[in-house]
């Protein structure tokens, strides 16, 4: 572990993001080969870096709740 990575949660964090951020790439993949609405493929492609980041930023603030806790004692 890392001294930024106190807590042991960047490789959750990454695996976590990395999972949402396929799962709506896929759901977009597969929607544009049912429905053939670019649109939609677009969407889903937006969406995934967005779930990505907030993946990261939910683990960021999990790692600052475990820093406060560590802090009071």
């Known amino acids: ?3 930024d990575d106190r807590h042991g949660t960047r ?6 993001a990395t999972l949402v ?3 709506f790439a896929a759901i977009g ?4 080969q049912r429905t053939g609405d ?3 493929l677009l969407a889903f492609l937006v969406m ?5 980041g907030l993946v990261t ?3 960021r603030g999990v790692d600052w709740v475990l820093d406060s806790l560590d802090r009071r004692r």
């Not at 490789?11 to 976590?16: C, D, N, V």
């Not at 993949?29 to 544009?32: A, D, K, L």
């Open 11 to 16: 490789r959750i964090s990454r695996i976590a």
């Open 29 to 32: 993949v597969v929607g544009y």
């Open 21 to 23: 951020a396929l799962f």
């Open 48 to 52: 995934a870096p967005v779930g990505f």
């Open 1 to 3: 572990m890392s001294r």
């Open 57 to 59: 930023l939910l683990f």
């Open 38 to 40: 670019s649109g939609l």
